[in-house]
């Protein structure tokens, strides 16, 4: 099972919008509405962000936003602050065979 | 605040053993699944195995099948990573991670990870 594929870097100002991208194939991502993100700055453990698609866990700002259509889900950061420069990465529940399959992860640069 | 803490990696040869531990507090450890992800220096997160809460059902990636094996012990709220047979490509940083009280296909908490290097 290969990765979900990302973007391998995303930049913006502060201020603005980015949108990450995380394509899969009808096996995991278009298949079911089981799309987490998640939020890892150097060194430190990941930090979900979204799940299920588009449900964002208490704590974590109305900033973040998912969304997914088709085989593609997209993670959008508005408002862009320094503090969101880190690593981002989709994951997807894939079926009874695989489980898991995480994207390939795309760094935020904030201008 | 619920918390995991790993511990148990360090370095080893290729061919040799080691086995992780994941310690849960201030969580109902023996109500949820638990997981293994790994991450290879530089690079993505990859799921590796999970268990159910009782300890019944059990699933791997298919790169550590037959030479890994997760484990649980809920009365010391504590999660095990059996790993045999390693190899260089299993070089990584090993969190545990459980989706907690969401109890869904999510990872919402991590351990601060337990950095594992096979190498002669």
């Known amino acids: 099972q290969s990765a979900l594929t990302q973007p391998r870097s995303v930049s913006g100002s502060p201020g603005q919008s980015v949108a990450i991208s995380c394509t899969g194939t009808?096996?995991?991502?278009?298949?079911?509405?089981?799309v987490s993100w998640y939020q890892q700055h150097p060194g430190k453990a990941p930090k979900l962000i979204i799940y299920?698609?588009?449900k964002r866990p208490s704590g974590v700002p109305d900033r973040f936003s998912g969304s997914k259509s088709g085989n593609t889900a997209s993670l959008t950061i508005s408002g862009l602050l320094a503090g969101d420069e880190a690593d981002y990465y989709c994951?997807?529940?894939?079926?009874?065979?695989?489980?898991?399959?995480f994207g390939t992860g795309t760094t935020v640069t904030v201008l | 605040e619920m918390q995991l803490v790993e511990s148990g990696g360090g370095l080893v040869q290729p061919g040799g053993s080691l086995r992780l531990s994941c310690a849960a507090s201030?969580?109902?450890?023996?109500?949820?699944?638990m997981h293994w992800v790994r991450q290879a220096p530089g690079k993505g997160l990859v799921w590796v195995s999970r268990?159910?809460?009782?300890?019944?059902?059990?699933n791997y990636a298919d790169s550590v099948k037959g030479r890994f094996t997760i484990s649980r012990d809920n009365a010391r709220n504590t999660l095990y990573l059996q790993m045999n047979s390693l190899r260089a490509e299993d070089t990584a940083v090993y969190y545990c991670?459980?989706?907690?009280?969401?109890?869904?296909?999510?990872?919402?908490?991590w351990g601060q990870g337990t950095m594992v290097t096979v190498s002669s």
């Open positions: 299920d698609v588009t």
């Open positions: 991670a459980s989706p907690g009280v969401r109890d869904g296909y999510n990872f919402d908490i």
């Open positions: 268990m159910n809460s009782d300890g019944s059902t059990t």
């Open positions: 994951c997807s529940y894939a079926g009874s065979n695989t489980f898991y399959v």
């Open positions: 201030e969580f109902t450890f023996s109500s949820y699944w």
């Open positions: 009808s096996s995991d991502v278009g298949g079911n509405n089981l």
